[in-house]
T-cell receptor
């Protein structure tokens, strides 16, 4: 089975630009999570969805960040406008219901210049 | 809310030596416990999980972990380390039936393996 697929793997852009990160969860998984990983703060949960509905976005750092899940097989995390402090690795993860672990994608390494 | 500590930021062992990575959690009830491994430039891969039952759980790549309620610990062990085990290891805790927002990662332990 295909795992969680994220794109792009790497993104380098200038500050002020809009950045869109994409995620395709594992088929049949009802939960989708977005994480950010930095050296200083480790892994932080940004937002998660259940059945395409955002359940908890309290980890989203500020209004510049937004996430959508228009259907069960696709989610986006958007940063507009981007800032250098947004540079990090962003992971998407998915899981089934009921006591199943999360499965992670390979991440998107984002660099904002 | 639950929390996770991994007291060792960095551990170095020789290839063939035994390994134990420590994980302590804070939570009022029995949590769901996980160990993940992250190789450089890669995502997190699940090594093993504990939900209930036998407190000694076996995982992939020869790893095992033991849940000790009295010590609030879930330490990861491997009897003989291979050079390919060099990576970052994360302990994680999930709480409650819907542990989406209650899924917390520890800060990680970086493992280096000497030839």
């Amino acid at each position: 089975d295909a795992g969680v697929i994220q794109s792009p793997r790497h993104e380098v852009t200038e500050m002020g630009q809009e950045v869109t990160l994409r995620c395709k969860p594992i088929s049949g998984h009802d939960y989708l999570f977005w994480y950010r990983q930095t050296m200083m703060r480790g892994l932080e949960l940004l937002i998660y969805f259940n059945n395409n509905v955002p359940i908890d976005d309290s980890g989203m750092p500020e209004d510049r960040f937004s996430a959508k899940m228009p259907n069960a097989s696709f989610s986006t995390l958007k940063i507009q406008p981007s800032e250098p402090r947004d540079s990090a690795v962003y992971f998407c993860a998915s899981r089934r219901e009921e006591n199943q672990p999360q499965h992670f994608g390979d991440g998107t390494r984002l660099s904002i210049l | 809310a639950q929390s996770v500590t991994q007291p060792d930021i960095h551990i170095t062992v020789s290839e063939g030596a035994s390994l134990e990575l420590r994980c302590n959690y804070s939570y009022g009830a029995t949590p769901y416990l996980f160990w993940y491994v992250q190789s450089p430039g890669q995502g997190l891969q699940l090594l093993l999980k504990y939900f209930s039952g036998d407190t000694l759980v076996q995982g992939i790549k020869g790893f095992e972990a033991e849940f000790k309620r009295s010590q609030s610990s879930f330490n990861l062990r491997k009897p003989s380390v291979h050079w390919s085990d060099a990576a970052e290891y994360f302990c994680a805790v999930g709480a409650g039936e819907n542990y989406g927002q209650n899924f917390v990662f520890g800060p990680g332990t970086r493992l280096s393996v000497l030839p």
